[in-house]
């Protein structure tokens, strides 16, 4: 009977070092199996289609960004045209109708500069650069939220983890206790009911293992799907040192919330689209300005129907007209030029052709169905828009921090007590087992002493593990690692 007793007395310790150094099955692996939080982040931040989502559609506000300052280059276009006229049709080359088959080229180049335009054109690059910083800022937003999650999973699975063991040990205490009083049952020696009674115990902490099994696999299975990888069973995490877990956190609520407010993607996001929707405002307010633009171009064309006379020889011919000379009818004679119609080669037609223009438009915008008005009534509306988002974002991340804060101090205060409560229960535990392996306790009292102590230190890891990730919150909010 002592070597029994001393034996569960070695399970109670092993059970007690175990909480107090808040370790798990996972220290005895090799360690180049453990995940740490950053791998395990790195691996998510890697696969997270979400994520990848937001970094498209920062890229495509990227794009927006550079062809708003691409705006501010001059426009240049060509054209080359080419046609075939069928009967009666205006020859291009001398502005005359004829009836034949004509065919016809055009070229061109022209361009145009934007002087001024009320500013527009540099409002909207502000616009866009502001919106593209807004991206950026939402993607490591899509990031933060992405790391809380992760994070609660992570710690989901060590804490989980830490009960099984803590579970399997008190499994063991309770078939160790079952596998004395079976002896003494044998031999008449100890009353049924307890035999019995510790046998019930048995049953039940081994279905608390088998449920809590399943929760680690589900913890597990969470993790993996955060990470969006296959489901892993023998995925090993890096256990947290229990000195992580005994000293109060330092700061207060309103400095945590300061500080997030600098920090934190969402709030920087917020700001940034408020600014642009400001920049918004102004751009289509700079639609009300003239617009000065300088403009040129050049320009020549060829027709098939250009013809030119090619000078062969002057002749003497009469003209039908007489004079009378002397009584006698004479003829009047002229000298008159022979020319051949040759056609104009397409070559030359380029080069003769060839013309420039050169101006200064000024569009004045003097009713346009009041387009410009509505549009800058909707760009009021959309900064206003941004402007509550903005306000509820700060809003909302103060009653968060201040939520996270107090959550932290409740969880940190039941922490101490229950460490309190531990040591008070395994002391009335230890007691509690010497006398019952005497013979001097009942079954019932053991196993009240038992369960007190079962309950106090699986709610201590629960506590442990919660105050962990409130502190971890905390250290999020305020920019700072938190692994």
Request: contains cysteine; proline residues 2%; neutral net charge.
């Amino acid at each position: 009977m002592k070597k029994n007793r001393t034996s569960l007395l070695c399970v109670c310790a092993i059970s007690l070092v175990l909480l107090l150094a808040g370790t798990s099955l996972l220290a005895q692996t090799d360690s180049s199996r453990q995940l740490s939080l950053k791998e395990c982040l790195d691996i998510a931040f890697a696969n997270n289609l979400e994520l990848k989502q937001a970094e498209l559609l920062a890229a495509t506000t990227g794009i927006d960004y550079r062809q708003a300052k691409q705006n501010m280059l001059p426009q240049v276009n060509g054209l080359i045209e080419h046609g075939s006229n069928q009967g009666r049709n205006i020859d291009p080359f001398t502005n005359s109708y004829l009836n034949q088959k004509i065919d016809y080229a055009n070229y061109a180049v022209n361009g145009g500069v934007v002087l001024f335009n009320g500013l527009a054109t540099q409002n909207n690059i502000q616009q866009q650069r502001l919106a593209l910083a807004a991206g950026k800022e939402e993607i490591q937003q899509a990031k933060d939220n992405l790391t809380l999650n992760l994070m609660n999973a992570y710690l989901l699975v060590l804490s989980t983890n830490d009960l099984l063991q803590q579970i399997r040990l008190q499994a063991e205490l309770s078939r160790r206790q079952v596998e004395r009083l079976e002896i003494l049952h044998k031999e008449g020696a100890v009353q049924p009911s307890q035999y019995f009674d510790l046998k019930g115990q048995l049953a039940n902490d081994e279905i608390n293992l088998v449920n809590t099994q399943n929760q680690l696999d589900a913890a597990r299975l969470t993790l993996c799907q955060w990470m969006n990888i296959p489901y892993d069973t023998s995925l090993e995490l890096e256990p947290i040192r229990p000195e992580d877990f005994l000293q109060s956190y330092q700061g207060d609520a309103n400095t945590i919330y300061q500080a997030a407010i600098n920090e934190l993607a969402v709030v920087k996001a917020a700001r940034l689209r408020t600014e642009s929707a400001e920049k918004g405002v102004k751009t289509w307010k700079s639609q009300l300005w003239p617009t000065l633009s300088l403009n040129g171009a050049l320009y020549t064309n060829y027709s098939s129907a250009a013809r030119t006379a090619q000078f062969l020889r002057t002749v003497e011919t009469t003209t039908g007209d007489y004079v009378q000379i002397n009584g006698t009818q004479s003829p009047v004679l002229t000298m008159r030029d022979e020319f051949d119609m040759q056609k104009i080669t397409y070559s030359d037609q380029f080069k003769n052709n060839y013309g420039t223009n050169i101006n200064l438009a000024l569009r004045i915008p003097l009713l346009n169905s009041l387009q410009t008005r509505n549009r800058i009534d909707r760009a009021k509306i959309q900064l206003k828009t941004a402007e509550l988002v903005e306000k509820n974002t700060r809003i909302r991340l103060q009653q968060q921090v201040e939520q996270a804060y107090l959550n932290m101090n409740a969880t940190y205060n039941r922490y101490k007590t229950l460490l309190l409560q531990v040591d008070a229960f395994q002391e009335s535990f230890r007691t509690a087992e010497a006398r019952f392996s005497e013979g001097v306790l009942n079954s019932v009292e053991y196993l009240t002493a038992k369960n007190n102590l079962d309950r106090a230190t699986i709610n201590l890891i629960i506590a442990k593990y919660e105050y962990v990730f409130r502190t971890r919150v905390l250290d999020f909010y305020q920019g700072k690692t938190i692994w």
